[in-house]
């Protein structure tokens, strides 16, 4: 089984990753930003590096897919595949930071990609307003993040909204302003008793 964690950045997904791993078993899968060489390049000249970040990204998603494919274990991922194109490359395309001759090849290799693999069995969303963001972003403390725009973050938000919006598969929308799931036991006792209801049919 594969469930997948969405959100903004900021939004917590690392966490909960690590924190569901643990509670059920699960094994982790971490987005590669650690890695990334193009990621301070891309926050101090978006337009100049976006294609280089989101093709980056994307082979490093789809590697993981092809790895989770493989799987007998539940694997619970912190960010998808699916994020990169329909949140990360369309905001930056709307934006302007990145032309469209390079959203074009992009799609091109994400729809080749998606032809070989299935999406999560269960997407979790955390919904996080832009003040929340930036709180948690300023908390963590990562320096290339500092530079982000109020506009940037508000974009992606409203991508992110589209997008579930309209998403067709198995979904689950936690509420991330109003809790904190790391701190609180009852708070992340919440998320899971939800995750059970959903997975499972069990209801407390």
């Known amino acids: 089984m594969h469930i997948g964690i969405a959100g903004n950045i900021?939004?917590?997904?690392?966490?909960?990753t690590r924190m569901l791993a643990r509670r059920y078993g699960w094994t982790p899968k971490y987005e590669s930003v650690t890695y990334n060489p193009y990621l301070e390049d891309y926050y101090k000249d978006i337009p100049r590096w976006s294609y280089n970040l989101e093709t980056y990204f994307l082979a490093s998603r789809f590697k993981?897919?092809?790895?989770?494919?493989?799987s007998d274990e539940v694997v619970i991922q912190d960010r998808t595949i699916l994020e990169g194109v329909h949140i990360f490359v369309r905001n930056n395309l709307e934006m302007g930071?990145?032309?469209r001759r390079d959203y074009?090849?992009?799609?091109?290799l994400f729809n080749l990609m998606m032809s070989l693999v299935r999406p999560p069995d269960l997407l979790i969303y955390l919904k996080s307003s832009v003040p929340h963001l930036v709180a948690q972003i300023?908390?963590?403390g990562r320096e290339?993040?500092?530079?982000?725009s109020l506009e940037y973050l508000e974009g992606l938000n409203r991508r992110y909204d589209e997008w579930i919006s309209g998403y067709e598969g198995n979904l689950l929308v936690i509420d991330a302003d109003n809790l904190d799931f790391e701190s609180r036991p009852e708070d992340f006792e919440s998320i899971t008793d939800r995750i059970d209801a959903q997975l499972y049919g069990l209801f407390k």
């Open 10 to 16: 900021g939004s917590g997904k690392t966490t909960l």
């Open 144 to 148: 290339y993040e500092q530079s982000m």
């Open 104 to 108: 074009d090849t992009y799609m091109m």
């Open 64 to 70: 993981d897919l092809l790895e989770i494919s493989k």
């Open 97 to 99: 930071n990145l032309s």
């Open 138 to 140: 300023q908390k963590r």
